[in-house]
């Protein structure tokens, strides 16, 4: 009776104190020249950088977003975010929605039911490397460790050139700048910004939020002199894992949250210094590092303004810890029994016209006009994984509703590849190193308690798989945007015969046009569409 009373009081609390948290936002372009070089930037309300999102777990976040570029659709997809029950909200135009065309609006509305490290991006056409993005932390007040203050770190690389052109130049393999590889950054920025400094205050513990909100290569990085220990992956407390004489590092779209004890004293200034992946870029591409190329950044923790702002440390070698060596915190066991396998072999190859696109078992990604879960909703409750053609060329795969399954990439391609699943967390049990091999069915010193991440870099020439607990339609794919726009993207189309509940709001519906498919979704019968899908928020 008395464990049922602190329960019913605790559930009482949080639900008086969550609070609805709304934004205005109108996407536009705007002029920035954060390494100095000046260009056009995808700002929000004519500002760049855009703004971070604060939220408590618990909250609800409803955010209006105007598109005011003129000449581009968009949508933005809350990365990380689970969206159970709420999938048409990810964000993802031709898969959960339509684009939101120039001059319409779309009221997304998230429940914020997880806590941790997470941001907010365009799905759309290479817009979040031209600068549409943003972070979104989620705040615990029982997280399951202490610090006196928090502060958020972004890593990216930068281009000169607008993505549109970049883009276009990319997919011509004729192209004598690029020779069909992929355009080289001119820049690293930290907060979206060179010189970028933090101001901290002697013996305090600071919380500090990681996320590399880039296009393409992942980053290494250190603090000089200040040892890092890692207390949150993507969203995941894991037990404290103190980094020591290692390195961390990031792929694109992954986060992590450290602790950092600093300093008792304030005699001198430390740099934070990162560098992009040259393997990436360069030594797996088998591409020559041109001449004064920079792929580093520097910036500072600053306990004294007066004091001056050393250089970064010198790096000649580099010992990454190994992401599987995190253990969550709350010591999930396996999953088990596997009901399902999905074994998915990917590469580059020559699809219909002779064009060279990425292939998922020889099969590549385009998006279609209706979008995936609309799809979905509009089939009868006996679609199954024997004809999913009708989805399109999305790389279909259907897994029932509670299933088990056990994902398997082996990449074939020679690069590394940063691979994001939508609205889940997986457990991580195996990879290889770079040419370590594929998939022979064979598993080796499998964790008991497996990390749990949305985004994981599987290697070239290696493999990786990991296991699901599945209701909804999830995008599956490798985050770095040269590759989503070359078809390195699969679809998992959960329990289908269980979305004929869901309402799509008629907001959305509206953006489609006259499209048959939104007069159809529109017309189905349901309790709680709302008309406008416009709520009244609560400030």
Not at 320 to 332: I, M, R, S, T
Not at 348 to 366: K, P
Request: proline letters at 7%.
């Amino acid at each position: 009776m008395l464990l049922q009373l602190i329960l019913w009081t605790t559930l009482l609390l949080e639900s008086i104190s969550a609070k609805d948290v709304y934004y205005d936002w109108h996407v536009t372009w705007v002029t920035a020249a954060p390494d100095g070089y000046e260009r056009s930037v995808i700002g929000i309300n004519n500002q760049w950088p855009c703004p971070q999102i604060d939220v408590d777990v618990g909250d609800r976040l409803i955010i209006d977003v105007h598109n005011d570029l003129g000449n581009q659709d968009t949508g933005i997809h809350w990365h990380g975010l689970h969206q159970y029950m709420t999938g048409y909200m990810d964000g993802a135009p031709g898969v959960t929605q339509c684009p939101i065309p120039p001059g319409r609006s779309m009221r997304y509305v998230v429940d914020v039911n997880q806590t941790g490290t997470y941001w907010y991006h365009s799905h759309r056409m290479g817009q979040y490397p031209d600068g549409l993005r943003g972070a979104l932390i989620v705040h615990d007040p029982d997280a399951p460790f202490e610090y006196d203050d928090e502060f958020t770190l972004l890593l990216s690389d930068w281009y000169h050139e607008e993505m549109t052109p970049l883009i276009q130049s990319y997919l011509s393999e004729n192209d004598p700048a690029t020779g069909g590889l992929e355009p080289l950054p001119d820049s690293a920025l930290v907060n979206d910004a060179t010189n970028t400094t933090f101001p901290v205050e002697p013996g305090k513990t600071y919380l500090i939020h990681l996320i590399v909100v880039g296009n393409w290569p992942g980053f290494a990085f250190l603090f000089d002199d200040h040892e890092m220990t890692v207390v949150e992956v993507d969203g995941v407390y894991i037990d404290p894992f103190p980094v020591g004489s290692r390195n961390l590092r990031l792929a694109t779209g992954q986060r992590a949250s450290i602790l950092l004890r600093t300093k008792d004293d304030t005699s001198k200034n430390y740099a934070f210094w990162t560098i992009m992946d040259i393997n990436m870029m360069f030594i797996y591409e088998n591409r020559t590092i041109p001449e004064g190329y920079n792929p580093n950044a520097t910036a500072w923790l600053v306990y004294d303004e007066t004091k001056p702002l050393p250089p970064a440390p010198p790096q000649y070698e580099f010992d990454f810890v190994d992401d599987l060596e995190f253990v969550p915190f709350d010591h999930e066991p396996l999953l088990e029994p596997v009901d399902h396998q999905i074994i998915m072999d990917f590469n580059s190859a020559a699809v219909e016209g002779g064009l060279t696109r990425f292939v998922i078992n020889n099969h590549t990604y385009y998006e279609q006009q209706t979008p995936t879960l609309y799809s979905a909703l509009m089939m009868d409750s006996h679609h199954t994984e024997n004809n999913v053609s009708a989805y399109g060329a999305v790389n279909p795969y259907v897994v029932n509703y509670g299933d088990v399954v056990e994902i398997v990439l082996n990449d074939y391609h020679s690069n590394l590849h940063p691979w994001h699943l939508h609205g889940h967390q997986f457990q991580c049990l195996q990879r290889t190193i770079p040419n370590g091999g594929y998939f022979d069915g064979y598993f080796a010193n499998i964790s008991a308690t497996p990390v749990k991440r949305d985004t994981l870099m599987v290697q070239g020439h290696g493999h990786f798989f990991g296991l699901i607990g599945f209701v909804r339609v999830w995008l599956f794919h490798c985050h770095i945007e040269w590759h989503v726009v070359k078809g390195m993207i699969t679809t998992i189309i959960e329990a289908p015969d269980r979305l004929k509940d869901m309402e799509v709001p008629e907001d959305q519906l509206r953006l489609c046009g006259n499209y048959p498919f939104a007069s159809e979704l529109s017309k189905k019968p349901g309790k709680s569409r709302s008309k406008t899908g416009q709520m009244e928020p609560k400030h």
